[in-house]
């Protein structure tokens, strides 16, 4: 079965630094994975997605991410936090026949002046 | 156009009491799911249709959750008898095609969710 872990629940930095939010990856073929992003009292958007074509996936507001094999990781980034970047960030894998998203438990991203 | 609307946005129920959540979702969506995001968790699957047929609902846990799509659009989730246990934000999600002709390259969008509390 699908499934992944994202590795910290919670990251902190400062306005104008890197972002790094770290998820592994279970799959028994190869995934179809997302990065979700929850704003407080607001409804799930998609940050971006990997479907195989490219292996770094540009999404929204500057996030990347990039899907390696070789680790099973599939880690989002941002060169620069902005503080509207504070919400809590799910890495999502679709599920083995193409219809339910299985969910990693989220990292909350907190951003310091 | 319009995204995934949810109501109510907050339902207070006491415990033994049935509850009807509704999901409207994007026009002309075909696939529709159901996710249960309990507190300081990641969404879980409940179910999913493809227009009105329900097509998978093993994540449902009990038999007191029920879902329908009588008309494939608007979708209504029922949960009988409610316990403490069922206390989460329920969201409702669609995308414009079903597996497996989505392929993988479908994208779920969702709404804002209805948080039930029972008491």
């Known amino acids: 079965a699908q499934s992944v872990t994202q590795l910290d629940s919670h990251v902190s930095v400062s306005e104008g630094t890197p972002v790094l939010l770290r998820c592994n990856y279970s799959?028994?073929?190869?995934?179809?994975l997302f990065w979700y992003v929850q704003h407080p009292n607001k409804g799930l958007q998609l940050l971006l997605k990997?479907?195989?074509?490219?292996?770094l996936v540009k999404g929204i507001n500057g996030f990347e991410a990039e899907f390696k094999k070789s680790e099973t990781s599939f880690h989002l980034t941002k060169p620069s936090a902005h503080m509207s970047d504070a919400a809590e960030y799910f890495c999502v894998v679709r599920g083995e026949y193409g219809n339910k998203l299985v969910f990693g438990a989220g990292t909350i991203l907190r951003v310091k002046s | 156009g319009a995204g995934v609307s949810q109501s109510p946005r907050y339902k207070v129920a006491k415990r033994g009491q049935d509850v009807a959540l509704r999901c409207d979702p994007i026009s002309g969506h075909v696939s529709l799911f159901w996710y249960q995001q309990a507190l300081g968790q990641g969404p879980e699957f409940l179910t999913y249709?493809?227009?009105?047929?329900?097509?998978?609902k093993s994540g449902l846990p009990s038999d007191r959750f029920f879902a329908e799509r009588p008309e494939g659009s608007v979708s209504t989730l029922k949960i009988q008898r409610t316990q403490q246990e069922d206390s989460a934000v329920y969201l409702c999600a669609s995308s414009s095609r079903s597996p497996p002709l989505a392929g993988l390259r479908d994208t779920q969008y969702f709404g804002p969710g209805t948080r039930l509390t029972v008491l």
């Open positions: 249709f493809q227009n009105e047929a329900q097509l998978d």
């Open positions: 990997y479907t195989s074509a490219a292996t």
């Open positions: 799959s028994s073929y190869s995934p179809s």
